[in-house]
T-cell receptor, first 114, second 112 residues
Framework: EAGVAQSPRYKIIEKRQSVAFWCNPISGHATLYWYQQILGQGPKLLIQFQNNGVVDDSQLPKDRFSAERLKGVDSTLKIQPAKLEDSAVYLC????????????FGPGTRLTVT | QKEVEQDPGPLSVPEGAIVSLNCTYSNSAFQYFMWYRQYSRKGPELLMYTYSSGNKEDGRFTAQVDKSSKYISLFIRDSQPSDSATYLCAMRRETSGSRLTFGEGTQLTVNP
């Protein structure tokens, strides 16, 4: 079974630029999550999708962050404009109906904002 | 005050040692408790999860939950160099779809 795929793996941008990250979850997983992990901290949930609907986006900075999951499969997270404090690893995870308590994480995208 | 507190370490032990990793939490609504392992430049992977209070054992790993004290632990017996990683505790409420709240992680190094 293929794992959660993310791209790019690394991205360096200047502040005020925009950036997008892509995630393809494990086949058949209905729930998809985007997390932000700042160096030395645990992951923080940004947004959770159930199929293509948003379940929880309470911690998403909506003035600059947006996410979509068209057709309930892969997803894109966008930051526009980026700030220095957005430097972090952005992790995507997915889980199935059968075992909703186990989230499978991708390798993450490491973003550096200069 | 953070909902979940975890000793960040780092923790360095010799091979074969027993390792104890701990988290405390403040939200009494948390019912599911997880431990994730994260190798450098990788995503976290689930080691164990426990519902409510009690112990759970899986090979060299034992998870303990004490809800009365709001305290959870992960014990690693006969630690191996391959156990060197960051260990993250995480927890969630019982409500379907509720989010995971992670601790900051403890970096563990097991020296051969």
């Amino acid at each position: 079974e293929a794992g959660v795929a993310q791209s790019p793996r690394y991205k360096i941008i200047e502040k005020r630029q925009s950036v997008a990250f892509w995630c393809n979850p494990i086949s058949g997983h209905a729930t998809l999550y985007w997390y932000q992990q700042i160096l030395g901290q645990g992951p923080k949930l940004l947004i959770q999708f159930q199929n293509n609907g948003v379940v929880d986006d309470s911690q998403l900075p909506k003035d600059r962050f947006s996410a979509e999951r068209l057709k309930g499969v892969d997803s894109t997270l966008k930051i526009q404009p980026a700030k220095l404090e957005d430097s972090a690893v952005y992790l995507c995870a997915s889980s199935s109906y059968r075992d909703p308590y186990e989230q499978y994480f991708g390798p993450g995208t490491r973003l550096t904002v200069t | 005050q953070k909902e979940v507190e975890q000793d960040p370490g780092p923790l360095s032990v010799p091979e074969g040692a027993i390792v104890s990793l701990n988290c405390t939490y403040s939200n009494s609504a948390f019912q599911y408790f997880m431990w994730y392992r994260q190798y450098s430049r990788k995503g976290p992977e689930l080691l164990m999860y426990t519902y409510s209070s009690g112990n759970k054992e899986d090979g060299r790993f034992t998870a303990q939950v004490d809800k009365s004290s709001k305290y959870i632990s992960l014990f690693i017996r006969d630690s191996q160099p391959s156990d060197s990683a960051t260990y993250l505790c995480a927890m969630r409420r019982e409500t379907s779809g509720s989010r995971l709240t992670f601790g900051e992680g403890t970096q563990l190094t097991v020296n051969p």
